[in-house]
């Protein structure tokens, strides 16, 4: 199958779906439909293996949620799969279950994740809240325990822990286990590779990351391009071969704070068609700059090139709300609005993420879409790597996981090449205070926000409260990890929340 006769099978998103956390999917609830055949407790496998054959029964049957004898058969597997040690009950897999098989469990496991509306909100006030030093010990822990080299899991847990900081809690421990630890345990993700520089001049480098931890490929990349920056005004570094990188913020940071500008982009999974398409072609690749100003937080706009991301269609499913149009459109080219109906679909492989701008072109979705594919282009043609279904991240023959090699780049300028950098940091507050001081709507919020405002509101009010708070289905993510990983029972023997 050629690049250009792409086509993308439920399985695909569901690999996409499962690396996502969360303890809530779907409103609605389907009738529910229990397991018809009994566990023998000799046949019990591991959780990963439950995983990959719940993906297997899907993969091999499209049709298969029209299908009794098919749905009892997943509905057994995922009953097995909920009682296994190491299975996060927050996986999305059950709500997958849920939304396209109608298999609903009772089981005392699954009814742990479950929360809505005040219930919800009443939990969240009472999660512990757990020191950013204590849990980014943690997490170099467990990067070490993995085979990580010490400095390098320095640096991986600071990327995470950096999310967490900003507010972005989908990048930050959300991503330890599903992202790195899981694909680690799979061996799509390696731990601790060689880092090749393949070309480099003065003001250029393209490097190969080797499939090693994004976390630590990406700091080491933007470190050169600033490096080059320093002694020429301009560095860029385009990177292969990498995997996923964190916050995209994160490296535009590491330029404002050394007196750079810095623009980052990856590319990722295809989940955007581009513009009068159906077909997920593009990911939902960032665009990310960062400015130093005067005020005590740079510029950063960290966000992806799609109207929505799968998991703001998710929080709609969980408000009960639709989805606006032109955020998602089916493969008969129709702008949907039933949230669930969107969820359901995407798994099927029957909807797409729209582009900046939304579907068509009356609001400018175009722009979107060119944005899109131009991080792509630079996440692939410099270092001829790869796109589309070739880092779907599924193998098509046996469903399991596969390696997905992205592509990364990184640009850095130093300002006092060009003016003073306090000068430049000057004319850029005086604007930005300009924007947030100038008159605010009637019926909104009362404020203007700048990029990167929000992160900082975050960091002050984490800071101040102690920490971050740590959901139940992390914690067990946490425990899970602890008693499994070599060494660090005895270093965690009781976890905060314990």
């Given at each position: 199958m050629t690049k250009n006769s792409i086509h993308f099978l439920p399985i695909a998103l569901l690999l996409l779906a499962l690396t996502i956390t969360t303890t809530s999917f779907l409103h609605s609830t389907p009738p529910l439909i229990r397991p018809t055949t009994s566990l023998s407790p000799t046949a019990i496998m591991s959780a990963p293996d439950l995983r990959t054959d719940l993906l297997k029964i899907i993969g091999e049957n499209p049709g298969g949620h029209q299908d009794t004898t098919v749905r009892e058969s997943f509905a057994a597997k995922l009953q097995e799969y909920s009682k296994a040690e190491g299975a996060d009950p927050s996986d999305v897999i059950f709500a997958?279950?849920?939304?396209?098989?109608?298999?609903?469990?009772?089981?005392?496991?699954?009814?742990?994740?479950?929360?809505?509306?005040?219930?919800?909100?009443?939990?969240?006030?009472?999660?512990?809240?757990?020191d950013f030093d204590y849990m980014k010990q943690f997490m170099k822990e467990v990067f070490l325990s993995y085979g990580v080299s010490p400095e390098r899991a320095e640096t991986c847990s600071d990327v995470l822990i950096e999310a967490d900081k900003r507010g972005i809690d989908s990048h930050g421990l959300g991503r330890l286990k599903p992202i790195y630890c899981d694909r680690m345990d799979n061996g799509i993700l390696y731990p601790d590779k060689p880092i090749d520089i393949v070309s480099e001049s003065d003001t250029t480098a393209l490097v190969d990351g080797n499939l090693g931890l994004g976390l630590y490929i990406g700091p080491h990349c933007m470190q050169i391009a600033i490096d080059k920056a320093k002694?020429?005004?301009?560095?860029?570094?385009?990177?292969?071969?990498?995997?996923?990188?964190?916050?995209?913020?994160?490296?535009?940071?590491?330029?404002?704070?050394?007196?750079?500008?810095?623009?980052?982009?990856?590319?990722?999974?295809?989940?955007?068609?581009?513009?009068?398409?159906?077909?997920?072609?593009?990911g939902t690749n960032p665009l990310t700059w960062g400015i130093p100003s005067s005020d005590e937080f740079p510029f950063?706009?960290?966000?992806?090139?799609?109207?929505?991301?799968?998991?703001?269609?998710?929080?709609?499913?969980?408000?009960?709300?639709?989805?606006?149009?032109?955020?998602?459109?089916?493969?008969?080219?129709?702008?949907?609005?039933?949230?669930?109906?969107?969820?359901?679909?995407?798994?099927?492989?029957k909807c797409a993420l729209t582009p900046l701008?939304?579907?068509?072109?009356?609001?400018g979705g175009y722009k979107g879409y060119r944005w899109a594919a131009?991080?792509?282009?630079?996440?692939?043609?410099?270092?001829?790597?790869?796109?589309?279904?070739?880092?779907?991240?599924?193998?098509?023959?046996?469903?399991?996981?596969?390696?997905?090699?992205?592509?990364?780049?990184?640009?850095?300028?130093?300002?006092?090449?060009?003016?003073?950098?306090?000068?430049?940091?000057?004319?850029?507050?005086?604007?930005?205070?300009?924007?947030?001081?100038?008159r605010k709507a009637p019926n909104?919020?009362?404020?203007?926000?700048?990029?990167?405002?929000?992160?900082?509101?975050?960091?002050?009010?984490?800071?101040g409260q102690g920490g971050m708070k740590v959901n139940v289905p992390l914690q067990k993510n946490m425990q899970v990890l602890r008693d499994n990983r070599p060494g660090l029972k005895d270093k965690y023997a009781k976890l905060p929340f314990e």
């Open positions: 997958i279950g849920k939304a396209v098989f109608g298999v609903e469990l009772e089981g005392p496991d699954v009814k742990k994740a479950k929360t809505n509306g005040d219930a919800a909100k009443s939990a969240a006030d009472d999660l512990p809240i757990v002694k020429h005004g301009v560095g860029f570094v385009a990177c292969r071969n990498s995997t996923h990188y964190g916050i995209a913020g994160y490296y535009a940071t590491m330029a404002t704070d050394q007196g750079c500008i810095g623009l980052t982009g990856t590319n990722a999974r295809p989940s955007i068609a581009p513009t009068f398409g159906v077909e997920p072609m593009m950063v706009i960290d966000c992806a090139t799609s109207v929505n991301q799968r998991g703001k269609i998710e929080k709609y499913a969980r408000d009960g709300v639709e989805t606006p149009r032109g955020a998602v459109i089916d493969d008969q080219g129709m702008e949907r609005t039933d949230t669930e109906g969107n969820l359901r679909d995407m798994v099927l492989g701008g939304g579907a068509g072109d009356k609001m131009t991080v792509e282009l630079l996440c692939t043609a410099l270092g001829s790597g790869p796109w589309g279904e070739d880092i779907c991240g599924v193998d098509r023959a046996t469903g399991k996981p596969k390696p997905m090699p992205l592509g990364h780049f990184f640009l850095a300028i130093d300002i006092e090449k060009i003016c003073p950098v306090d000068t430049f940091k000057k004319n850029a507050g005086e604007f930005l205070e300009a924007l947030r001081g100038s909104g919020p009362g404020r203007i926000w700048t990029a990167g405002e929000p992160e900082n509101d975050a960091r002050v009010e984490r800071t």
